[in-house]
C-alpha cells in the first residue's frame, strides 16, 4: 500500500510561490506515474500537473501553464509542485496521486490508485 503525504501549503498573496511537496512511502516511487489534483470549496476535484515516471514527460492543465512546474526527486521518493505568480483562483485543497502505470500521463482522477489526504492552499487579493 502506497502511503502519501502532502506538504507545504499555506497562506500567500497574490503573485507569490509556494512549493507543494509530497512524499511516498510503501511502494516502488520510481516506477509510478504521479499528478497533482485541486479542489476549490462547492467545486469538483481537477487535473492541475502530472508527471511520468522517468520525468520524461509531463503535463498541466491550461490555467497553470507557466506558473507551475511539476517535478520528481526519486532517490528522495517525493514530488513536488512549484507554483509562482499565484491567483486567487488557484486557492484549492491540493492533493498528490499516484498511478502505477508510470509510463503514461494521468489527467483523470480514475486513472490514479492512491491518494494523498491534501493541502490547503490559500492564494488572498
Known amino acids: 500500500q502506497v502511503h502519501l503525504v502532502e506538504s507545504g501549503g499555506g497562506l500567500v498573496q497574490a503573485g507569490g510561490s509556494l512549493r507543494l511537496s509530497c512524499a511516498a512511502s510503501?511502494?516502488?516511487?520510481?516506477?509510478?506515474?504521479m499528478g497533482w489534483f485541486r479542489q476549490a470549496p462547492g467545486k469538483e476535484r481537477e487535473f492541475v500537473a502530472a508527471i511520468t515516471w522517468a520525468s520524461g514527460i509531463t503535463r498541466y492543465t491550461d490555467s497553470v501553464k507557466g506558473r507551475f512546474t511539476i517535478s520528481r526527486d526519486n532517490a528522495k521518493n517525493t514530488v513536488y509542485l512549484q507554483m509562482n505568480s499565484l491567483k486567487s483562483e488557484d486557492t484549492a485543497l491540493y492533493y498528490c496521486?499516484?498511478?502505477?502505470?508510470?509510463?503514461?500521463?494521468?489527467?483523470?482522477?480514475?486513472?490514479?490508485?492512491?491518494w494523498g489526504q491534501g493541502t490547503q492552499v490559500t492564494v488572498s487579493s
Open positions: 510503501g511502494g516502488t516511487f520510481s516506477t509510478y506515474g
Open positions: 496521486a499516484a498511478r502505477e502505470s508510470g509510463k503514461q500521463i494521468g489527467v483523470r482522477l480514475t486513472q490514479y490508485d492512491y
